[in-house]
Nanobody, 119 residues
Framework: QLQAFGGGSVQAGESLRLSCLFS????????MGWFRQAPGKDREFVAT????????QYADFVKGRFDISRDTAKNTVYLQMNTLKPEDTAVYYC??????????????WGQGTQVTVSS
């Protein structure tokens, strides 16, 4: 089970940190990812991190602004989002599975947390 939280409403240029708590399994065997879906758009890849936490991948539109990390002791994956833009407004979902940009490789999904960025 995945539970995402930390979303909210911020002004452009501000930061937010999303958290996703993993439960009911062995966190360390799963790669973790963040995806997002804006109104009227398809779900898109944001970031992923491998099981060890050593390798991270990002969508081009968040490179240099977002950072994905994981804390095995807390069974939690984070998405630190800096310099937020209005186009980052979306529901953000965390997922557990094989680390990939492709959503089909993820086995479990969280319920989503809303991020709204105003200009």
């Amino acid at each position: 089970q995945l539970q995402a939280f930390g979303g909210g409403s911020v002004q452009a240029g501000e930061s937010l940190r999303l958290s996703c708590l993993f439960s009911g399994g062995i966190f360390s065997v799963y790669g973790m990812g963040w995806f997002r879906q804006a109104p009227g758009k398809d779900r898109e890849f944001v970031a992923t991190v491998t099981q060890s936490g050593d390798t991270k991948q990002y969508a081009d539109f968040v490179k240099g602004r977002f950072d994905i990390s994981r804390d095995t002791a807390k069974n939690t994956v984070y998405l630190q989002m800096n310099t937020l833009k209005p186009e980052d407004t979306a529901v953000y979902y965390c997922a557990a599975g094989a680390p990939s940009e492709d959503s089909q490789w993820y086995d479990f999904w969280g319920q989503g947390t809303q991020v709204t960025v105003s200009s």
